[in-house]
């Protein structure tokens, strides 16, 4: 059988750069509004200073602060919760930590929920 053809995809725009340097940026989600795609969200942790919610356009909307996030995922869960966002916690390397936020869509922001304990060891790694 021969291999699937492949394609070169060259991106048309990116988000802000994260205020700090190195390897900081890492793995975004992407929310996309059923009603008004033009209005999706990204989000994106910046490994060293928090997670950040972008705009389509790449451009920072919102931004909520902590210095060990590593991986992100998201799920529209539905009902009061709405979207639900969860990021690997590696603050505690010997205990590992998921940190839950919801995703407000109006306000562009991340409301904090709860950050739970999951298990030993680091936490690496995220998906819902």
Known sequence: MSPLPTASVTAKLETQPVATME??????????????PAHSLIIGTDKRAG?????LQGRQVG?????????????DVGGSIGVLV??????DLAQ???????LDTSAKTLVPLVTLP?????AYGMCL
């Not at 999951?118 to 680091?122: A, D, L, Q």
Request: proline content about 8%.
């Open 23 to 36: 390897d900081a940026a890492d793995d975004p989600a992407i929310w996309r509004n059923a009603a008004n």
């Open 51 to 55: 997670v950040h919610v972008y705009d």
């Open 63 to 75: 931004s909520t602060p902590s210095p060990r996030l590593n991986n992100v995922d998201l799920r």
């Open 86 to 91: 969860a990021a690997s916690d590696r603050q």
């Open 96 to 102: 590992a930590q998921m940190a839950l936020f919801r």
């Open 118 to 122: 999951v298990g030993p060891g680091e």
